[in-house]
């Protein structure tokens, strides 16, 4: 297991979590969604950012939802932390387009412990670039990047994600030539059709409806809701569905099936550890469907360890990803 940034370090780079970084260096247009709160280079491809714990944050602090244990508060933070360091040390322009192909990532046993022990207030993440592919005009064309987070002298996060860079000009081209306008509504209504697994008090945060049987009493079924004035997911115009939006749907289904499968009370559960594939643009105006398949054994066996869900994401019988979440008992 790689090392920790080292105090020293930390404190040679002075790194600030008294205010955020521009809106514009993370692509963001509320400050509330702003986390990071500074990017410094330590050298050798490898950056260190800080990022600010949120305590009133309408996504991260809904009902009993503690973001120093949510695997999805860390996987922003480090999303926007790419953004910054690909703006500020990459030389990738602010109008270009970034598209997140993959990421691998887990929280650690030590992220749940702090959530409960004591309330930190800023997270340390360093960035270190493994794979740089550049265009023949010296452009980023694609990275892949290895993450580590920790929170006072705990690593709590460890991750490596992959994303693609396109010109803007290029890309808007590209998807008038996709033919993505469709005819078909994604709109679910809002009064029956969405669950709450985790006693959530804002129900726009649920972004899944009920799920259903398939028929196999091991996998479950469900649409994706698609809310485009929800206003996290949508801080800024985005013309397909947000890569977390995804995430969170598949996080959200795997513990309802979880919870459905064992009895367990979905809000006892959590999400540590996913690996994520995304192998084409999900469109906002298309059904989209979540399906989640446990692992028969895991199933059956009702134990407090990590159980694993296989979720693939379609559209009109498409695979457009896919998702291996495992589901544990954080607290």
Not at 98 to 105: A, G, H, R, W, Y
Not at 158 to 164: D, F, I, L, R, V
Not at 287 to 298: G, S, Y
Request: with cysteine; proline share 5%; net charge negative.
């Amino acid at each position: 297991m790689p090392t920790l940034i080292e105090d020293a370090l930390i404190e040679t780079v002075h790194l600030s979590v008294e205010q955020t970084v521009p809106r514009s260096l993370v692509h963001k247009r509320s400050i509330e969604n702003v986390l990071l709160t500074e990017v410094r280079s330590g050298g050798d491809d490898r950056f260190i950012c800080a990022g600010r714990v949120p305590t009133a944050h309408r996504f991260f602090n809904d009902a009993d939802r503690t973001p120093q244990k949510d695997i999805m508060f860390y996987t922003e933070l480090g999303r926007q932390a790419s953004l910054a360091v690909s703006h500020t040390f990459l030389g990738v322009s602010k109008q270009d387009v970034f598209i997140f192909e993959q990421s691998k990532v887990a929280v650690t046993e030590a992220a749940w412990r702090l959530a409960i022990q004591s309330r930190p207030d800023s997270v340390v993440v360093e960035v270190r670039i493994q794979e740089t592919e550049r265009r023949r005009n010296n452009a980023v064309a694609r990275v892949v990047a290895e993450q580590f987070m920790s929170i006072g002298n705990e690593q709590v996060f460890h991750g490596t994600g992959a994303w693609s860079v396109q010109p803007a000009a290029l890309f808007q081209r590209l998807r008038r030539m996709s033919g993505r306008n469709a005819l078909v509504s994604n709109e679910i209504p809002r009064s029956d059709s969405r669950m709450d697994p985790l006693g959530r008090e804002l129900r726009d945060n649920v972004v899944i409806s009920v799920p259903e049987y398939t028929g196999n009493p091991a996998e479950f079924v469900a649409s994706l809701i698609v809310d485009s004035t929800n206003p996290y997911f949508f801080d800024h115009p985005c013309d397909h569905v947000p890569g977390m939006l995804l995430l969170e749907g598949c996080a959200q289904l795997a513990m309802a099936a979880f919870a459905k499968t064992t009895s367990v009370p979905a809000r006892k559960l959590g999400i540590w550890a996913y690996d994520v594939n995304f192998v084409q643009f999900v469109e906002r105006d298309l059904p989209i469907t979540l399906t989640a398949h446990l692992d028969t054994a895991e199933k059956n066996s009702c134990s407090v360890l990590p159980t694993t869900v296989h979720i693939s994401i379609s559209q009109q019988n498409v695979v457009s990803g896919t998702a291996t979440m495992s589901v544990a008992f954080p607290v």
